[in-house]
Every structure is written in C-alpha cells, then in structure tokens.
C-alpha cells in the first residue's frame, strides 16, 4: 500500500468517527432535554383564565392582568388587544 493511499484511509476513517461521536453526541443531548413547561410568567393569565381552562391566554386589558402595571396608556391597550392575533403561530 502507498502512503498516499495509506492516508487517505486515514483521513476517511477520521471523518466517520467524527459523524459517529457527532451523531451520538446529539442523540443524548436530545434525549436529556426537558420537557416544555407552562410559562410563569406574571402577565401570562389571570387566576380567572387559569379557573376557566383557558391556559396562557388571558382576555386583553389592564383589569384582566394579575399584576396590572401602573402607568397604561391607550396605545398599550391597543397593543395588547391586537396580541396574539396579529402574530398568528406558523404551523410548517
């Protein structure tokens, strides 16, 4: 066998046990993920919602908020009753 020939066999197996501990590597940090949990995020619904089955949607306005900020204007009503439908979820 020629050095040449001798290397390129090297290099090849090189580059497959790379992909192998590459690929395992992945399939463990895959299987190590946690599951997606409900958000806890304070402005995500109210008690009333939560009682109601409705999840993380709340109905829009300050007094449907658990803790309501303390400056609201009209332009952050208006954004907040646009929301979620003016940003639809894609479903590819």
């Not at 020939?5 to 790379?18: H, N, Q």
């Not at 995500?44 to 803790?67: H, I, L, W, Y």
Request: proline residues 8%; hydrophobic residues 35%; without cysteine.
């Amino acid at each position: 066998m020629t050095r040449t020939s001798m290397l390129d066999i090297l290099k090849t197996a090189f580059v497959g046990a790379a992909a192998v501990g590459t690929g395992a590597f992945l399939m463990v940090a895959a299987s190590r993920r946690k599951p997606l949990q409900q958000s806890t995020h304070p402005a995500s619904s109210s008690k009333a919602d939560r009682e109601q089955g409705a999840g993380d949607v709340r109905p829009a306005g300050v007094e449907m908020m658990r803790d309501p900020p303390s400056t609201w204007s009209k332009l952050d009503e208006e954004l907040d009753e646009s929301f979620p439908a003016s940003d639809p979820a894609t479903k590819y």
